[in-house]
């Protein structure tokens, strides 16, 4: 019998309604009266993290979660980890740069409604949660809507619907029905030992580029933030005329800051040696992550700026493929 750890951590599958709206109140082993009797092949305990709404979700909370799942680790067989959908992305590339070399399954799921509503996802999904964490598998995943995401690679797209995550640039892992349908091999790391890497600087900001950005702006950055990362308009253009925001760009590479150019494009990726736009800037150090998503690219960077302040390593670490989150 498969031994199966359940963590929680708030968000909308624990909520109640209170005074101010909605609110995460209920515990792990709350969550788990809710779900239908079955004949089980796993065993299920409980463990509460913390209880928060998953837009009050910290950079140090995933330290404490990836703790979690370590200290535990020879224990269990697979981890369930109910975790609010807003930042749940975020997290789960968190834990995908933080957890190395799993032999296990590290699985992250919740809810747009509720759990205690009359008619909530949050039941199918924390069921197939358990389920897809009782497999041979290893690594970090998002289970939502009968889906599997690795867990670099976890979008949400939609703010109310059941299927509100999507695999940006990569294959489903799997899809979860009465059976688990594999698309995509999964490699599963077996012969060393499992590691915790937690550092982690949160000192990163994220731009979003608008038509009339200011190059001021950058001045304002430099004192409060070791990486910066630009979404840029589509293949990696960056403004040149009128308000050129290339010499500001490269005072902060100058200043020891490390810069990270990634694309407004949800799909793709970006490819800053297609036109002149995107040429412009220190090619030497400039960070180009190519296809990875945002909400990898942000958890990627604290994690190598944890490590180091030396520009050229950050960026051999944030354009190395780690857990799947880059094309080759």
Known sequence: MKKILLLSTGGTIASVPGENGLAPKMSADELLHYLPEQNRSYQVETKIIMTIDSTNMQPEYWVTIAKAVYEHYDQY??????HGTDTMAYTSAALSYMLQNLGKPVVITGSQVPIMYKRTDAKKNIIDAIRFACEPVGGVYVVFDGRVIIGTRAVKMRTKSYDAFE??????????????????PVRTVRSKEPRLDCSLCPDVFLLKLLPGTKPELFDYLKGLYKGIVI????????PFQERNLIPKINELIDAGIAVALTTQCLEEGGDLGLYEVGR??????????????????????MWALGKTTDLTEVKKIMETVIAGDTTP
């Open 167 to 184: 695999s940006i640039n990569h294959p489903y892992i799997a899809y979860i029905e009465e059976s688990i349908t594999y698309h995509h």
């Open 231 to 238: 979404e840029t308009f589509g293949s990696g253009g960056l």
């Open 77 to 82: 067989d697979g981890f369930v980890i109910t």
């Open 280 to 301: 412009k800037v220190n090619q030497d150090l400039i960070i180009n992550s190519r296809d990875m998503n945002t909400e990898a690219i942000v958890p990627k960077f």
